[in-house]
């Protein structure tokens, strides 16, 4: 199973290295991080952390699985041709093509959310159905061979699914209890459900915040 | 505050990047990843992975909070004593000395858990006791200013915590909502304690699995 991780400057490291921990326990996978724009090293938005993708976009223009990070350096990436463009080929043959967090904003902007359920880091839900989606407050949401999911630490609950879903259910259980994934957040405030107005207000208004 | 985690060659990424993700919402916080042999790019086991760490060990020697991450790389490094001696000369002034997954047989190699109660992967949790340690299969086990947790996926619960402690409750709820940390692990076999018999033995007698 091949499968194709963009990468670019100011993404969130936690939505490509959550599911990277997860797909990378599949047998036979081969997990390609793609410079969208420049080969080499690629920073989050802080510049404090930095991941290598020596491979670019064209390298790998067939992948099985195609998994797009959010971040903030989406918002100028959703007028990125050569981007939207890969993303348009690669889906086309794609077993699964999948995002965390806001990189389901740049399916959008390729097109390939037109008139599906799809979900993005709850702050951006608003901004998909400019994509002509329809909005979903769930945290994966399967459409078809489209998979997209919620807020950064969402892409570890996606990629198990899509483990048992490429492989078996067998498989991504032995994952699961391999990363010891037996979540016991300390607050129950993950999600604008659950959380007090007071802190969605307080998170909702820090744009500064990478999402 | 200033945030040391020291990277090697066959790290777990997500030991690593969970609690980065986390942790570099912190006002002010200056993360900084050492590497623990030659700076560069540090690989995880498949080497499908780097990340950048271009600050050595001998750059940081007095961070405030010390984080180190586990991987199959650890079991080397238990005898390599510039990295020992670095983090008893570190842990000698820090706020916090912490690990993830077999992260903490690098402490307990330093001479850091003895009369400790400390955890790991529930993998290795026999070996904490040949330094002294008394092993607990809990996730986060704090004991005074150490604190270490289980494997792979339990550094983010960590790191919430951590942020509780060095800032507020309040911030820690921020980032929890902000990462959109509301799990909804697929399956309930995350811990030797809730997952079948036979899958706790597929994944004890997977050594090729990176812990």
Redo the contacts between chains.
Sequence with gaps: VRIAIPLFDRF???DA??P??VL??LPGA????LAVREAG?QH?E?R?????AQSRLEDMPDPDVVLVPGGFGTRELVSYEPLLEWLREADRQSILTTSV?TGSLLLGAAGLLEGKRATT??TMLDELAGYGATPVSE??VRQGKLVTC?????G??MA??LV?QLHS??L???I????????????N???????EEE??E??RN?PQ?P?
């Design positions: 969130t490291a936690l290295v959550g990277y921990e990378s326990r081969q997990i390609c991080f090293l989050t802080n404090m952390l930095a991941l290598s967090c880091h709850w945290r994966v919620a807020g950064v630490s969402a570890i609950d198990l699914g048992a259910v067998k991504a259980q032995v699961q209890l391999g990363i010891e994934y037996d979540p016991q957040p300390p607050f405030c993950g999600s604008p459900a659950c959380a802190l969605v307080l998170v820090r915040q999402a």
